[in-house]
């Protein structure tokens, strides 16, 4: 019989409709890997936020037809993932797990068991780790009872990963008839401060992956990192993309915006960063701001997702792996997964 391999990619969801936004806002406020208090006090804020929120979230999830496009983007990669595989000879099949909307873990493990698969690699859309994304998509796994499989944690300077950054920006740069005086802002999603302290290693990926882009980019361009999407009264991982935005507009700067952390179109993208920040900067007089795409279905990026499960696959160490296996967070990262020796971080 022949292998018949299962890749699940794992992202986050987003609700289908307006009916959905407030059970997918609970879904993700109830998850202990995201408020970290004890169970009762959780379900409480998970009802208080989600009310809160739902009337603006309804509204931004309006201007996108009424619902995330996180699903469909996410089946085009699938699809893209599941011809690259066939053309390396892999009998394969992309399976999509979402965390907090359908299709949940496990309708995700029914398919998988149902498909007969052989060998299952587990593949988060979630480029850096953290232990509020690829651990608790992972822990769902397992919760759910998925088969035992090959896991990668991460892969922050894959280099196909960063080169298809790289062509995205100066794509976008490109078509804005190349403005001079530039500063790059890579947004990423934010987190609790508190989070990273506590030994979450996303924030130090982040920066990973920036060092390993600089040398693609022209040397005269300035960039910062800088952290979005905010929610709620904690201390969060800075500086805020907004201000970044509202800083770089007064100093006078071609503003571009690449998702760094997100590779799919969504709400954080087509709202957030196209529209919320774009307003940020017209009001401060930004001469120029240029949002960058995220990877979508761009064939390097593809291309890295087909490695990483070709390396998975014939890694004879069962354990979790980095894109290049061992692991890349330094030791003080104690929510790093993965408890392999050093790798070098741009190992291909």
Not at 155 to 174: C, G, Q
Not at 237 to 259: Q, W
Not at 273 to 285: C, M, S
Request: with cysteine; charged share 20%.
């Amino acid at each position: 019989m022949s292998e018949r391999i299962a890749v699940v990619l794992f992202n986050l969801g987003g609700p289908d409709g307006p009916a959905d936004v407030r059970p997918f806002l609970q879904n993700l406020f109830s998850d202990p890997a995201i408020i970290r208090s004890p169970a009762p006090v959780r379900w409480f804020l998970s009802r208080l936020i989600s009310m809160s929120r739902k009337k603006s979230a309804v509204a931004n999830y309006a201007k996108m037809g009424g619902g995330s496009p996180l699903l469909p983007e996410t089946r085009k990669q699938a699809d893209a993932l599941d011809a690259e595989l066939a053309r390396r000879g892999l009998e394969a099949k992309c399976f999509i797990a979402m965390r907090y909307w359908k299709p949940f873990a496990p309708e995700t493990v029914a398919a998988v068991k149902a498909w007969g698969a052989t060998r299952v690699v587990l593949l988060p859309l979630y480029p850096q780790f953290s232990t509020t994304t690829t651990a608790s998509s992972l822990k769902s796994w397992a919760d759910a009872g998925g088969l035992s499989a090959a896991t990668v944690c991460c892969y922050p300077t894959a280099p196909k990963f960063i080169e298809a950054h790289a062509r995205k920006i100066l794509a976008a740069w490109e078509a804005a008839d190349r403005p001079g005086n530039v500063r790059l802002l890579l947004s990423a999603h934010g987190l609790p401060e508190m989070i990273v302290k506590a030994g979450d290693p996303y924030q130090w990926q982040v920066e990973q992956t920036a060092a390993a882009l600089r040398p693609l980019l022209p040397t005269d361009w300035e960039i910062e990192i800088c952290y979005q999407s905010r929610v709620g009264r904690l201390v969060w991982i800075g500086p805020p993309t907004d201000e970044c935005v509202t800083r770089a507009a007064a100093d006078g700067k071609s503003i571009l915006v690449c998702p760094i952390a997100f590779v799919s179109e969504h709400i954080e993208t087509l709202v957030e960063l196209d529209e919320d920040y774009r307003h940020v900067a017209e009001a401060a007089g930004a001469i120029t701001y240029v949002r960058v795409p995220a990877l979508g279905v761009d064939a390097g990026f593809i291309e890295t997702l087909a490695d990483l499960t070709v390396s998975a696959l014939n890694d004879s160490d069962a354990s979790v792996r980095s894109h290049c296996g061992g692991r890349i967070c330094p030791a003080g990262w104690r929510d790093c997964p993965n408890r392999r020796p050093a790798a070098r971080l741009d190992a291909a």
